[in-house]
T-cell receptor, first 114, second 113 residues
Framework: EAQVTQNPRYLITVTGKKLTVTCSQNMNHEYMSWYRQDPGLGLRQIYYSMNVEVTDKGDVPEGYKVSRKEKRNFPLILESPSPNQTSLYFC?????????????FGPGTRLTVL | QKEVEQDPGPLSVPEGAIVSLNCTYSNSAFQYFMWYRQYSRKGPELLMYTYSSGNKEDGRFTAQVDKSSKYISLFIRDSQPSDSATYLCARPHGSSNTGKLIFGQGTTLQVKP
C-alpha cells in the first residue's frame, strides 16, 4: 500500500529537549516536505526536499532542521523545542516538485511543547 | 490579504443536500488548483485537481474555477455523512517550482443523517 508514515503520532515534551519526528514514504517519490497546521493559519510549509541531499527552507523554517540522506526518509528535527512549536505536523511526498497531483500526506504528528 | 481565503464554517447540512464550498484567491499567475479532504485526526488527501478554467467532475464532486472573479468552488451532490470533513483548497506557489502549496484555512462540513 502506497503510504507516508510518521512517528510518533503524538508527543508531549518540554522546552529545550531535542526531538526528531520521522517520515518515510514507500513510493520512490523524489519530493518530500514538512508542513505545520495551526488553527486560523492553515497549513504552512516548513522545509522541503527535491531529492536526496537537496533541502531548502519553506515559509516557517525557524527552529527546525531536516536531512535527506535516503530517498524514502525525511526526518524533522527540533534541536531546542519551544512552546510556539506546539502544532500538528504533516509530512508529504510527491513524484516531483511539479507533480502536486501525486502528493500524499502522512497521518500527522501532534506535538505539545510545555 | 491572504493568498487563498476560505470561510472556515462550520457548515452543517442534511444528508442529500447539495453542498457548495468556496475559495477566493488573489494571485492569478498559476495553472491549477487542488481540493483536499481532511478527516478528523488524519492527513489531507487529494480529492480533485483542476486546471484554471472551467469545471471538472468526479462522481458526486464537481470543481469549478472562475478566473474572472478569482473564485474556486467545490460542489458535492447528494451529500453523505461520510462527507463530513474539513475541505481545503490549495494552489501551487506561483513564482518558483518549489513544490510548495498555498492552502486555504479549510471549511469544516458536517452532513447530518
Amino acid at each position: 500500500e502506497a503510504q507516508v508514515t510518521q512517528n510518533p503520532r503524538y508527543l508531549i515534551t518540554v522546552t529545550g529537549k531535542k526531538l526528531t519526528v520521522t517520515c518515510s514514504q514507500n513510493m520512490n517519490h523524489e519530493y518530500m516536505s514538512w508542513y505545520r497546521q495551526d488553527p486560523g493559519l492553515g497549513l504552512r510549509q516548513i522545509y522541503y526536499s527535491m531529492n536526496v541531499e537537496v533541502t531548502d527552507k519553506g515559509d516557517v523554517p525557524e527552529g527546525y532542521k531536516v536531512s535527506r540522506k535516503e530517498k524514502r526518509n525525511f526526518p524533522l528535527i527540533l534541536e531546542s523545542p519551544s512552546p510556539n512549536q506546539t502544532s500538528l505536523y504533516f509530512c508529504a511526498s510527491s513524484l516531483s516538485a511539479g507533480r502536486a497531483d501525486t502528493q500524499y500526506f502522512g497521518p500527522g504528528t501532534r506535538l505539545t511543547v510545555l | 490579504q491572504k493568498e487563498v481565503e476560505q470561510d472556515p464554517g462550520p457548515l452543517s447540512v442534511p444528508e442529500g443536500a447539495i453542498v457548495s464550498l468556496n475559495c477566493t484567491y488573489s494571485n492569478s499567475a498559476f495553472q491549477y488548483f487542488m481540493w483536499y479532504r481532511q478527516y478528523s485526526r488524519k492527513g489531507p488527501e487529494l480529492l480533485m485537481y483542476t486546471y484554471s478554467s472551467g469545471n471538472k467532475e468526479d462522481g458526486r464532486f464537481t470543481a469549478q474555477v472562475d478566473k474572472s472573479s478569482k473564485y474556486i468552488s467545490l460542489f458535492i451532490r447528494d451529500s453523505q455523512p461520510s462527507d463530513s470533513a474539513t475541505y481545503l483548497c490549495a494552489r501551487p506557489h506561483g513564482s518558483s517550482n518549489t513544490g510548495k502549496l498555498i492552502f486555504g484555512q479549510g471549511t469544516t462540513l458536517q452532513v447530518k443523517p
